[in-house]
Structures are given as structure tokens and as C-alpha cells.
């Protein structure tokens, strides 16, 4: 026999159970989270971020659309590009305090996070639109509504983790 048997048996766990895993796993971190008050604090913060934003994103898309006759869907994007600068700046200084780190990442991080809200928010504007027949700004203003959660947990948990 040879010294090259090993001499811990490893095995992995089926897919099933590291998903339940995982998510126990998630559960706990946000049971812990909610029962921080800097946490609740930061979410009404960022909730006031949220509101600017998107008070600049109806007001961009809404002069888009009815001013310049802009098709709803470019509307959209132009309308996200300029709510995103604000909303980093006012993220990054006050909802999450992280002047500290290095900026250019935390923009790129935050920028990415956005992108994936805002895709998310783009596929319901267009559903709105398209299949249901709603108002263009009305829809705009579900849509980014709908996508806020997303973007607080991706912000919170990656583009400006402490």
C-alpha cells in the first residue's frame, strides 16, 4: 500500500441541499439586518436618494417623449443616464457614507447594479406599454418604482459594502 491514499473522505453536497443552504444561509443575514436601525435608516435614505432621481428620471423622460418627441423607449435610457450621476453622488456621500473608498469602483459597481434595475424596469415600461396600453410616464413611473428593491440590495450589498 502506498502513502498516497488520502486520509479524509470529502464529498459534496447535492445541489438541492446547498441551494437550501444558501438560503438559510440569507435568511439569517437579513433577519440580522432588519433588526439594525442603521440599516432602516440608510433604506429611508436611500429611499430620499430614490425620490430626486426619480423625480429627474419622470421629468427627463416626460420632456423626451412630449418635448422632443422622442421614441419612449430611447426616452427611457436617456432618462436613466441622467438620474444615475445624481443618485451615485447622493448614494456614495450621504445615504451610504463611503467616501473612503475608491470612487471609480464604487461608480462602476453602482453603474452596474443600476444597469440590471434598470433593465428590469425597462422589460415592465414596456410591458406597460406595449401590452397593457398605459400611458407612457405612467408607466415609466411603475417601472422604476418596481425596480427600486433590486437596486437597494445590489447598492447596499455590493457597490458600497462597508
Same mark, same amino acid.
Given at each position: 500500500?502506498?502513502?498516497?491514499?488520502?486520509?479524509?473522505?470529502?464529498?459534496? #453536497?447535492?445541489?438541492?441541499?446547498?441551494?437550501?443552504? =444558501?438560503? *438559510?444561509?440569507?435568511?439569517?443575514?437579513?433577519?440580522?439586518?432588519?433588526?439594525?436601525?442603521?440599516?432602516?435608516?440608510? #433604506?429611508? *435614505?436611500?429611499?430620499?436618494?430614490?425620490?430626486? =432621481?426619480?423625480?429627474?428620471?419622470?421629468?427627463?423622460?416626460?420632456?423626451?417623449?412630449?418635448?422632443?418627441?422622442?421614441?419612449?423607449?430611447?426616452?427611457?435610457?436617456?432618462?436613466?443616464?441622467?438620474?444615475?450621476?445624481?443618485?451615485?453622488?447622493?448614494? *456614495?456621500?450621504?445615504?451610504?457614507?463611503?467616501?473612503?473608498?475608491?470612487?471609480?469602483?464604487?461608480?462602476?459597481?453602482?453603474?452596474?447594479?443600476?444597469?440590471?434595475?434598470? =433593465?428590469?424596469?425597462?422589460?415592465?415600461?414596456?410591458?406597460?406599454?406595449?401590452?397593457?396600453?398605459?400611458?407612457?410616464?405612467?408607466?415609466?413611473?411603475?417601472?422604476?418604482?418596481?425596480?427600486?428593491?433590486?437596486?437597494?440590495? =445590489?447598492?447596499?450589498?455590493?457597490?458600497?459594502?462597508?
Amino acid at each position: 500500500m502506498s502513502d498516497s491514499s488520502p486520509t479524509t473522505i470529502e464529498f459534496e #453536497l447535492p445541489l438541492g441541499a446547498r441551494m437550501r443552504h =444558501g438560503v *438559510r444561509r440569507t435568511h439569517r443575514r437579513v433577519k440580522i439586518g432588519v433588526r439594525h436601525p442603521g440599516n432602516w435608516l440608510q #433604506l429611508i *435614505r436611500f429611499g430620499a436618494v430614490g425620490a430626486s =432621481g426619480y423625480v429627474i428620471n419622470l421629468a427627463v423622460f416626460a420632456a423626451c417623449v412630449h418635448l422632443f418627441s422622442i421614441d419612449y423607449r430611447l426616452a427611457s435610457v436617456i432618462a436613466f443616464l441622467v438620474s444615475v450621476g445624481n443618485n451615485f453622488w447622493l448614494n *456614495r456621500h450621504w445615504t451610504f457614507g463611503a467616501k473612503e473608498h475608491h470612487p471609480a469602483r464604487q461608480a462602476i459597481k453602482f453603474f452596474a447594479v443600476s444597469l440590471v434595475a434598470y =433593465g428590469f424596469s425597462f422589460v415592465v415600461l414596456t410591458s406597460l406599454v406595449d401590452d397593457a396600453g398605459m400611458d407612457k410616464v405612467i408607466a415609466q413611473a411603475i417601472a422604476v418604482v418596481v425596480a427600486m428593491p433590486l437596486s437597494f440590495i =445590489g447598492q447596499k450589498l455590493w457597490s458600497f459594502r462597508a
